[in-house]
């Protein structure tokens, strides 16, 4: 609500200054509370970084480029072939690192993370949803303003119950995972998590009750049953001396997916149908996380951590 309104009465770039204040006060916070750190020397793993950083680079900006080609039918053989070369380099960026990260002394993602079948499957799941996510709070806003004709404050306003969703119901659904364990709603989170997308996509031309608050109430609840137990399912997957790996590697990937998901959806949207079609991938995105949770995590593959979900 406040981006919308700052958006609309002092321009976008004001959006920026929201994360000033916040900083400051999490550097409060956490300055006064955060326990001390029991630190364990490590060295930063330069080449690693700059290999994935180029790589992830290359893969955002060929996704991006999805139906700009068709815009100039003269350059579009070119502009394929660019953005094909383009997205190779990436995906052998991708595979350079992975190889690199097998023989480096200081890995950012040590291997034997990757042989843990649970936190590489709650991983996975975590780049596809929040890949899905990412499509619709991109989409959104451009179909709120253009679509609808809704002011910027008054669009930001149709986030609430996502917002709510999400902020009121985490912590009671955490809890309940705690007892009854974390894999059903692990599954059932995605689940309704796509039915949010496909109803938005296929409600678009009705009233905005109907085509956004709903849609976006079922998705606010859908993330309220998924966070909670994805991050405590994530840190309890590992061992203790891992945790503060584990949840940086967590971290990075939803930043990553949140990398991917824009840029597709920047790419869909030249498209006619974009919004429906970027819908419809969020929604198959989300269905495939709850088939590799599915899949990879089962109950007695992460240790009981009731503190860390309360």
Do not use: K
Not at 106 to 111: D, G, K
Not at 172 to 191: A, E, K, Q, Y
């Amino acid at each position: 609500m406040l981006g919308g309104w700052l958006t609309e009465a002092f321009g976008w770039p004001s959006i920026f200054w929201i994360n000033l204040p916040l900083a400051i006060i999490a550097v409060g916070i956490l300055t006064h509370f955060a326990p001390e750190d029991h630190r364990e020397p490590r060295q930063f793993d330069l080449f690693g970084a700059a290999i994935l950083t180029a790589a992830l680079g290359a893969l955002a900006w060929a996704l991006s480029q999805i139906g700009h080609a068709e815009a100039d039918a003269a350059a579009s053989s070119l502009s394929r072939g660019t953005v094909a070369i383009v997205a190779g380099l990436g995906g052998t960026g991708v595979v350079g690192y992975a190889i690199w990260e097998r023989t480096s002394r200081h890995p950012m993602t040590p291997p034997y993370l990757a042989r843990n079948r649970a936190f590489l499957g709650l991983n996975v799941a975590t780049l596809v949803l929040y890949t899905g996510l990412s499509i619709v709070l991109f989409q959104l806003p451009f179909d709120l303003v253009d679509h609808r004709a809704l002011s910027s404050t008054t669009a930001g306003m149709a986030f609430l119950p996502f917002t709510l969703g999400v902020g009121l119901l985490s912590g009671v659904f955490g809890r309940l995972s705690d007892s009854t364990g974390p894999r059903p709603m692990l599954i059932v989170g995605p689940i309704g998590t796509a039915a949010a997308c496909v109803w938005m996509g296929l409600a678009r031309d009705c009233g905005l009750i109907i085509g956004v608050i709903g849609p976006m109430a079922l998705l606010g609840i859908s993330f309220a049953v998924l966070v909670a137990p994805l991050t405590a399912s994530v840190m309890s997957s590992v061992e203790q001396s891992d945790e503060g790996l584990a949840s940086g590697i967590n971290n990075a990937a939803s930043r990553i997916a949140q990398l991917a998901g824009i840029s597709l959806a920047a790419g869909i949207a030249s498209f006619p149908s974009g919004y429906q079609s970027g819908l419809m991938i969020a929604a198959a995105v989300s269905i495939a996380g709850a088939i590799v949770i599915a899949m990879t995590v089962s109950p007695p593959a992460m240790r009981s951590n009731r503190s860390r979900q309360g």
